[in-house]
């Protein structure tokens, strides 16, 4: 989960493994719950909730929709950075200072966009923000908890981790349209109290990080099949941005059914993605991580489809769900393969999947800033959003083909 380098960077000192002095002082559950609240305020609040809130600044006035659209993308961008910035930060201060402050940021954010009347830039720049510091969670998070827990165990702590996303989309999807009834102004307040919460609450929770290290063994070289894995997990998300991020818009402004409605089918992908990390879970106890992975693309690629062929009630609440299913789940997966592919070994798969994060960020930036792009160029024709699925699915597609040139 966090970024990190081939060229033979310094890397920190492992956090004890389980077994190790230190490790038995450490309460996973604690620790877990830790991780969930901080990738719910990084990612769940900071990303999901700005999609059901999207289209209400627009029908208020606030922006027009390509700039709500960039002010999406600009959180994305901020997540590459992050993305490419978590692996220094955590080789130069403890990790859990870097995402507790992560998420005080966060809450600001919300806090400074509450102001209606300041420019745009103010506004994109605390959405840049927003997202550095929620790649920065992102990457660190996940494996300051997973370096104390098992091996068997660590697939199913690693779901529950990024169920702190799905908290986030169910929030969004119930309380957003609420809050929007009153005013986007309080809307945006209570998104930041209730990161500044969840920060204060999971302050003390955190387990001991490494402590931080200049020096140390060079890393090991990565397998030959990293090049096309990460490929293979940027198209992925530019397959997922359309649905994760822009759904509710969507649904919305370009069907034209409200932010109401829009916001009840975003509460059908939540629901999925409360199902999904269960079911690819058994999937994968069952056929296997590798042919897991596969399904996974093809039921994200025909929801994906089904937004393209049909906008009825019925559909548009298939494609919510099926789209839902596969996030978190697909991460999850994607995060087993690139173990997998590394051989267990842990410096070649921090390595790994460094690289793979930061390459799903260039992949959902170049997703997000090309929305933009479309609303701005095709929104009043209504094209926008089926050129946008069109492309998701092409990379989807190719997402899966890529996966049988990957051997290992």
Known sequence: MNAGSSTGQATPNPTPAPGAPGASKVRVGVATTAAIGAVFVGLGLARFAFAPLEPALVADGWFSGSSAALLAAANLIGYLIGALSSSRLARRFQATTVIRISMLIIGASFFACAIHALPFAWFFLWRVASGVTGGIIMGLAGPTVLAYV??????????????????????????????VDNSVELAWIVLGCIS??????TWRMWPPSPAPSRSGAPEKRESEHAGRFCLQYSLMAIGLVPQMIFLVDFIARDLGRGVAVGSHFYLLYGFGSIIGPFLYNFSVQRIGLRTTLRAGIVVQLISTVLLIISTTDPVLGVASFLAGIGMPAIIAAFLLRSEQISENDPLRHRTLWGRATASFAVGQAIAGCGTAFLIEAFGSTGLAYPLLFYMAAGSLVLAFLIDFTIRR
């Open 150 to 179: 098992s091996a068997p165990r660590r697939a199913l702590i690693g779901e529950m981790v990024l169920y702190g996303q799905t908290v986030g989309i169910i929030i969004a999807g119930a309380l957003i349209p609420v809050l």
């Open 196 to 201: 500044l919460v969840t920060s204060v609450v």
